[in-house]
């Protein structure tokens, strides 16, 4: 046999490595929650009037208080635009054109917060994130974020899937060419060179709490004093109004109930022409087609100048 064939083949081709993008939650992959932490936090002070016998037997509702921030989002089931458009097809266009893509969540908002909408998001959407999802508590102080707070949990979720990242010189090279945040605010401490900054995208859902919780509870006055306190909601019964008849509070319920949706409406169609994910996507595919490392700082700034021109050319 030839001595030659005797040595063992060198293995050149490159490690395999991931690429990462770590992506904000709120207003970057979804709209405006604060109706539904409201309609949680009602959900809650009428679990709690409850079980104090604040509120007669026979008006009782059946409130699963496990998490009532999960009862409330059921109410987000029917409102797709909820979700950023484009969300699904420009993800999956992400993966396809970057090799070894995986997708990663920082939010700033509280872990129990966080945690049940990326579950909702990925049954709605069929995307999926690794874990661990990164919330309030991987923040500074400021709820400022940094990739200091959060790589050494990413490497450990990646290493079995990518054993070249057991070497510091293989994670130190994803750290710097291989990572991109997708975030609607200024929030990184480090890095801000993977940076991409997304508009802020404002769907809100409208919640009308009279088609949710029986009329009577509704006129409970405990549940009353807690809306009022809260300003929160609209309701038709409003301790303040008592010399209005009860035809009159219906009149201005409904009244400042169109007030509201229309006003959320003329929001809410500017929001769904959104189309950043899909420019997004477009620019990463056009930066990284061959290129093994497609987050340098360099191809960022090209991913932002394309993301730019696109939207002008929209124009
Ligand atoms: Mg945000």
């Given at each position: 046999m030839p001595q030659f064939l005797c040595y063992k083949l060198v293995d050149m081709r490159p490690p395999k490595l991931p690429t990462i993008i770590v992506w904000d939650l709120d207003q970057t992959m979804i709209g405006i929650t604060e109706n539904v932490l409201q309609l949680a936090d009602l959900y809650k002070a009428v679990d709690f009037l409850q079980r104090a016998k604040?509120?007669?037997?026979?008006?009782n509702m059946n409130i699963k208080h496990e998490n009532y921030f999960e009862t409330a989002l059921?109410?987000?089931?029917?409102?797709?635009?909820?979700?950023?458009?484009?969300f699904k097809t420009a993800l999956q266009s992400l993966k396809r054109s970057l090799s070894h893509c995986e997708f990663f969540v920082y939010s700033a908002g509280q872990a129990d917060y966080v945690d049940t909408l990326i579950k909702y998001l990925e049954k709605e959407t069929g995307v999926t994130f690794h874990r661990p999802i990164f919330s309030r508590k991987n923040t500074a102080i400021s709820y400022n974020k940094s990739v200091d707070f959060t790589a050494d949990a990413m490497i450990q979720s990646l290493v079995g899937k990518y054993?070249?990242?057991?070497s510091p010189k293989n994670q130190k090279y994803v750290l710097d060419n291989g990572l991109l945040f997708v975030d609607d605010n200024d929030v990184l401490l480090t890095g801000k060179d993977q940076w991409i900054q997304c508009p802020k995208y404002s769907y809100n859902h409208v919640i009308d709490i009279s088609t949710i919780f029986p009329k009577e509870l509704l006129m409970e006055p405990k549940v009353i004093d807690f809306i009022i306190s809260r300003n929160t909601f609209i309701i038709e019964s409003n301790g303040k109004d008592k010399d209005l008849t009860a035809d009159e509070r219906r009149m201005i319920y409904h009244v400042n109930m169109a007030k509201l949706y229309q006003q959320v409406l003329v929001m809410n169609n500017e929001a769904c022409k959104d189309d950043f994910l899909l420019r997004l996507s477009k620019a990463v595919k056009q930066v990284s087609?061959?290129?093994?490392?497609?987050?340098t700082v360099e191809n960022v700034k090209k991913i932002r100048k394309l993301i730019d021109e696109m939207s002008k050319s929209k124009k």
């Amino acid at each position: 046999m030839p001595q030659f064939l005797c040595y063992k083949l060198v293995d050149m081709r490159p490690p395999k490595l991931p690429t990462i993008i770590v992506w904000d939650l709120d207003q970057t992959m979804i709209g405006i929650t604060e109706n539904v932490l409201q309609l949680a936090d009602l959900y809650k002070a009428v679990d709690f009037l409850q079980r104090a016998k604040d509120i007669p037997n026979h008006i009782n509702m059946n409130i699963k208080h496990e998490n009532y921030f999960e009862t409330a989002l059921q109410h987000l089931k029917d409102v797709p635009h909820f979700i950023r458009p484009h969300f699904k097809t420009a993800l999956q266009s992400l993966k396809r054109s970057l090799s070894h893509c995986e997708f990663f969540v920082y939010s700033a908002g509280q872990a129990d917060y966080v945690d049940t909408l990326i579950k909702y998001l990925e049954k709605e959407t069929g995307v999926t994130f690794h874990r661990p999802i990164f919330s309030r508590k991987n923040t500074a102080i400021s709820y400022n974020k940094s990739v200091d707070f959060t790589a050494d949990a990413m490497i450990q979720s990646l290493v079995g899937k990518y054993p070249a990242l057991k070497s510091p010189k293989n994670q130190k090279y994803v750290l710097d060419n291989g990572l991109l945040f997708v975030d609607d605010n200024d929030v990184l401490l480090t890095g801000k060179d993977q940076w991409i900054q997304c508009p802020k995208y404002s769907y809100n859902h409208v919640i009308d709490i009279s088609t949710i919780f029986p009329k009577e509870l509704l006129m409970e006055p405990k549940v009353i004093d807690f809306i009022i306190s809260r300003n929160t909601f609209i309701i038709e019964s409003n301790g303040k109004d008592k010399d209005l008849t009860a035809d009159e509070r219906r009149m201005i319920y409904h009244v400042n109930m169109a007030k509201l949706y229309q006003q959320v409406l003329v929001m809410n169609n500017e929001a769904c022409k959104d189309d950043f994910l899909l420019r997004l996507s477009k620019a990463v595919k056009q930066v990284s087609t061959k290129r093994k490392t497609p987050f340098t700082v360099e191809n960022v700034k090209k991913i932002r100048k394309l993301i730019d021109e696109m939207s002008k050319s929209k124009k």
